[in-house]
C-alpha cells in the first residue's frame, strides 16, 4: 500500500493566485481529512469527510477555502484567492472510520508571498 | 481551540533514558492517541487507548490514561537517538465531532 498520497509536496505562489492541493487516501478508507500545521497554531483540523460527504467543516479559514471529494480516491482544497497567511503544511489523513488511527501523507508546504 | 495540551514543550534527554510526555485534555472522549512526527514528514500513529482502557503497551511504549483527572501519559523506554521527534497526543470527542483533535506536541531530542 502506498499510503495517503499528496501532490505537490511544495507549492510557491504569489498572494491572489488559486492554489490547490490534492490527496489520494489509502483505498478502503471511509474517512477523509485535511489538517493545517503552522508554528503558531499547531496542528487543525479544516475539514472531514465520511463516504465522501463532507461532515464537519467548522475548521476552514473563510470562504477562499473549498474542499471537494467528488469519489473515494481523490480529494482536493483549494484557496482562492491566496494570502500570506496561508502559509502552512497541509496535510491530508484517511482513516477506517472516524475513530480509528490516522494515516497522513507527507504534506504540502505551501508559501504565498 | 486545542483540546489537548503536552508538557514539556521540548525535552532532551541520553541515549539509554526514559522519556516521559503528559498530555491532557478538556472534555470526555472515546479514545486517546499519540502520534510522532519527524521533521519534514506526516504524523505516524503509535497507540491507540480507549476511554475504558488504563494502561496499554508496544515494544518500547508505555500509555496511561486517566479519565478521572483527564490526563494521559507517553513513556518512552530505552530512549535511542532514532527516537528524536515532535509526539502529539490527539483525542476523539465521545459526542459530537468525530475527528482527532491534537495537542501542541513535545519536541524530544535524544542525544546519542
Known amino acids: 500500500d502506498a499510503g495517503v498520497i499528496q501532490s505537490p509536496r511544495h507549492e510557491v505562489t504569489e498572494m491572489g493566485q488559486e492554489v490547490t492541493l490534492r490527496c489520494k487516501p489509502i483505498?478502503?478508507?471511509?474517512?477523509l481529512f485535511w489538517y493545517r500545521q503552522t508554528m503558531m497554531r499547531g496542528l487543525e483540523l479544516l475539514i472531514y469527510?465520511?463516504?465522501?460527504?463532507?461532515?464537519?467543516d467548522s475548521g476552514m479559514p473563510e470562504d477562499r477555502f473549498s474542499a471537494k471529494m467528488p469519489n473515494a480516491s481523490f480529494s482536493t482544497l483549494k484557496i482562492q484567492p491566496s494570502e500570506p497567511r496561508d502559509s502552512a503544511v497541509y496535510f491530508c489523513?484517511?482513516?477506517?472510520?472516524?475513530?480509528?488511527?490516522?494515516?497522513f501523507g507527507n504534506g504540502t508546504r505551501l508559501t504565498v508571498t | 481551540s486545542q483540546q489537548g495540551e503536552e508538557d514539556p514543550q521540548a525535552l532532551s534527554i541520553q541515549e539509554g533514558e526514559n522519556a516521559t510526555m503528559n498530555c491532557s485534555y478538556k472534555?470526555?472522549?472515546?479514545?486517546l492517541q499519540w502520534y510522532r512526527q519527524n521533521s519534514g514528514r506526516g504524523l505516524v500513529h503509535l497507540i491507540l487507548i480507549r476511554s475504558n482502557e488504563r494502561e496499554k503497551h508496544s515494544g518500547r511504549l508505555r500509555v496511561t490514561l486517566d479519565t478521572s483527572k483527564k490526563s494521559s501519559s507517553l513513556l518512552i523506554t530505552a530512549s535511542r537517538a532514532a527516537d528524536t521527534a515532535s509526539y502529539f497526543c490527539?483525542?476523539?470527542?465521545?459526542?459530537?465531532?468525530?475527528?482527532?483533535?491534537f495537542g501542541s506536541g513535545t519536541r524530544l531530542q535524544v542525544q546519542p
Open positions: 472534555t470526555s472522549i472515546n479514545n
Open positions: 469527510f465520511n463516504n465522501n460527504v463532507p461532515i464537519d
Open positions: 489523513a484517511s482513516s477506517f472510520t472516524g475513530y480509528s488511527p490516522l494515516h
Open positions: 490527539a483525542t476523539n470527542m465521545d459526542t459530537g465531532r468525530r475527528a482527532l483533535t
Open positions: 483505498s478502503g478508507h471511509n474517512s
